[in-house]
């Protein structure tokens, strides 16, 4: 079948209408489990993007399991690209807070329970105020980043691994021994912070209004966010008990 390579072409637009129910399927998978700033609705739009791309620049037969397969990889890839452009945090940010994660595993350690913000601060060599405007500044922290996942390696092959297969790394999230193990991690956060993260991921309230209920600033709540972030990943990266729990699966090549 001979298609112009746009998308006022009938055979496009009807390829675009056949294969609209795969994006929404693939979306409604990525969205499962994601935290409340992930709307499916943006995942649908992305997946489109990629939909409308792949058809309108394919020079494949279009029809067969093969095709199917390959539009489902490109609108899978556009999904992963948007969640990745949502982590607000910049580069330099979340290097930064690794460097807080290590420090809170090594002060857990010595101290046996979870160390104050002016113990981190200090151990850190920093002012609580600059501690706590790096905690500000890093208002995005997420759990599983998509560059946390892939920083050691080639984020475009990477993505278009994860496209290409019938998982992703946010499927970790699904797994039960990293459920476990962040279930004892949050028992392990002070009881502000469990309330703080109850609201947000569960009743998924704003930051502003988690603030007037709980007597905070909007700005306090975002710090204490990401320090919560960061001591749950803290726990879950330690050796003692990560079992690779922040790794994807690795699809064989």
Do not use: W
């Not at 993260?197 to 569960?202: E, I």
């Amino acid at each position: 079948m001979s298609r112009k390579p746009d998308l006022s072409h009938p055979d496009n637009q009807q390829l675009v209408r056949q294969h609209s129910p795969l994006v929404g399927k693939i979306a409604r998978s990525l969205a499962h489990g994601m935290p409340p700033n992930v709307m499916n609705e943006d995942l649908v739009q992305d997946g489109m993007l990629g939909l409308i791309d792949a058809i309108i620049r394919t020079t494949r037969e279009t029809s067969g399991a093969e095709f199917e397969h390959y539009l489902a990889q490109r609108a899978r890839g556009a999904m992963l690209d948007g969640l990745r452009a949502l982590d607000p945090a910049t580069r330099q940010v979340r290097r930064s807070m690794r460097k807080v994660e290590h420090t809170l595993q090594q002060l857990g350690h010595q101290l046996g329970r979870a160390p104050a913000e002016g113990e981190v601060a200090k151990a850190m060599d920093m002012a609580l105020e600059d501690y706590r405007q790096l905690l500000q500044q890093a208002h995005g922290y997420l759990l599983v980043s998509l560059d946390d996942l892939t920083e050691h390696a080639d984020m475009r092959g990477y993505l278009e691994q994860c496209a290409g297969s019938d998982t992703d790394p946010l499927v970790l999230l699904e797994r039960a021994v990293f459920r476990r193990a962040l279930a004892t991690s949050l028992r392990a956060l002070s009881a502000q912070m469990q309330e703080l993260l109850n609201l947000y991921y569960v009743e998924e309230q704003k930051m502003h209004e988690i603030g007037t209920r709980m007597g905070l600033s909007e700005s306090r709540v975002s710090q204490l966010h990401a320090s919560a972030i960061a001591g749950l990943r803290a726990r879950l990266l330690d050796a003692e008990q990560s079992q690779q729990l922040l790794q994807p699966r690795r699809v064989p090549r």
